[in-house]
């Protein structure tokens, strides 16, 4: 485990060990088991840290130890699967995007910027680039029609992706013309865990 390097990409970043941490809704601590090598750096770990730390996951999974280069190599197209990310800006663009939650009434705890990153809800007029307003602490009480956070599981590999979607209990459905986001998924509480409802969007 390259420490150093983690500790360079934060400071770059600009983000801790809580904010790595909260794109798995953990406790930091975790991460600090990770890098000191009492909880090995999983695959659903090294997505959180390369989309927390904004860097490739074929990058983080060497770094950390967990793969060899050919493999890291293997599984990095999959990283492109999600269709929304946490934002973190430059100082400027985050002032700005303050700003705007500001004015929205909307700087409160467990409200976060994200940016779509997919098409899976362009019908509903989320496009690439969007920012979106996530409040986690609405997660628990979203409901019909609501635009939402997920993320999908798959225990067996240790992946998770990220899903925006609309929920229609008990499933979430994209708005999307793509065949490949025509795919309900059920919110099961295991497999499907809904993360936060987006509250406001708006467009750079």
Known sequence: MDVMWFKKQQKKAGVTTADIAKRLGRDRS??????TGRQRMSLEWAKAFAETLEVPLDEVLKRAGALDEPRARELQPGFSDSDAAVWRGQETERRKAQSVTEALGLDRPGID?????SLAMSLQGLLPG???AVDQHAAEHVRAGDTVIAQRYDHTLGVAV???RRFEPPVLVAAS??????RVHVVDGNNIVIRGKIVASWRE
Do not use: E
């Not at 975790?30 to 890098?35: D, G, L, T």
């Not at 013309?177 to 025509?182: E, H, L, M, T």
């Open 30 to 35: 975790v991460v600090s088991h990770i890098y």
């Open 113 to 117: 910027i994200w940016q779509v990153k």
């Open 130 to 132: 969007d920012m979106m």
């Open 162 to 164: 990220t899903l925006l």
């Open 177 to 182: 013309v793509a065949a490949d986001d025509r």
